[in-house]
Structure formats: C-alpha cells, structure tokens
C-alpha cells in the first residue's frame, strides 16, 4: 500500500542553520508529492508540491525535489528563521494507486528554530 | 483571499453530549474531508464527500460518529454520544479534483474536549 516515513523530531535549530527533513514513500502508482506546514493552533498550509519525478518544488525559502530512484521528497531551507518553528508533513496523492487521489501523510515532523 | 472555515473553533463538552462540528468550504471546490489529530496517532482521515456524495467513512466509528454534506457549502460531523477519547483536534479541508494532484486545503480545526 501507499505510505509516507518522515524523519521523527523533534528537530531544534539556531536560526540561519540549514534545514533538511528526510521524506521517503511508498506507492504503487505515479504519485504527487507536497509538503504542508502547521503552525501552533492552526489548520495545516501547504507548503509546495511536485507532481512528476525531477519536479522541484519550492516557496518561501523551502525546496523539495522529487526522486524517483530514490522514492524521495526531502524538504531543505538553506537559512531558517524563527518563524519557521512549526511542524511539518509530507504527504502523497497517488490517483493510480489505489488512494483514489487522497492525501497519505507522514507523523510530522516538529521543528523549533532558536534565536 | 478564499478559506475553509470551521465553527466553533474550541468545545468543551460532557461525556454523552451530542457534538456537531461545521465546516464551510471554498467555494467552487467539489471535495471534503474531515480528520482528526491526536499526538497519539497523528492525522487520521475520517470521512471525505465528492460533489456532496460520501465516497469513504472507513476511519469513523460507526456507532458514534455522522457525516453529512447537506448542501455545497455546509459539511457537518456529528458526534453522539460523545467520550474522552474523541478529544482531539478536528480539521476540515476542501479541495478541487483535478487530473494530477488534489491539493486540500485545511480549515483552522476545532479543537474538542469531552471530559
């Protein structure tokens, strides 16, 4: 079946630090891969999105390749900011697979960046 | 700027007490879902509705929990009787069928306790 494996936080930062969480999936299909972000006490926001292999995702400083060879979709920022504190999922849409085109998601993943 | 809103944002509630939870999605987006999140077992999907018509309840408890799409703007979770163990928060989202992916987006959850 589909599934998405997240690194597991918590992961702590000094702001300006480089950011990478690792995103591995499995699906039988040809998915579509996103990262979304939840601030504390809101609805998840979606971050970006690939939806073929060697797409690049990216908004707001954050990037995301999608690997194929590699079933991955890691998520980097080459300088975080405090208000990037947050946690952060990885999801897929594999209409072919099975999913029907819902959403899977990874456990999150929590960052906290220190001033 | 469009939004998944959510009413009421916060309940607390005695254990046996009917809860309703509602959900307003983006205008002219065809699909619904509704999840819930606990820290113990992350987002769970619990229903989701296509042009108005429930497609998959699987991740409901049948006896207790109801999802209706009474018209295009208006989804309703219902939850009776309640129990400790449905404290969480529940998040509504909308989205747009398309050929690729189906990006959802998230309403600011209502966050609930059944004491």
Known sequence: GNSVTQMEGPVTLSEEAFLTINCTYTATGYPSLFWYVQYPGEGLQLLLKATKADDKGSNKGFEATYRKETTSFHLEKGSVQVSDSAVYFCALSDRDGGSQGNLIFGKGTKLSVKP | ?115
């Open chain 2, 1 to 115: 700027d469009a939004r998944v809103t959510q009413t009421p944002r916060h309940k607390v509630t005695e254990m046996g007490q009917e809860v309703t939870m509602r959900c307003q999605p983006i205008l002219g987006h065809n699909t619904v879902f509704w999840y819930r999140q606990t820290m113990m077992q992350g987002l769970e999907l619990l229903a989701y509705f296509r042009n108005r018509a429930p497609l998959d309840d699987s991740g409901m408890p049948k006896d207790r929990f109801s999802a209706e799409m009474p018209d295009a703007t208006l989804a309703t979770l219902k939850i009776q009787p309640s129990e400790p163990r449905d404290s969480a928060v529940y998040f509504c989202a909308s989205g747009l069928r398309q050929a690729y992916a189906e990006t959802q987006y998230f309403g600011p959850g209502t966050r609930l306790l059944v004491l």
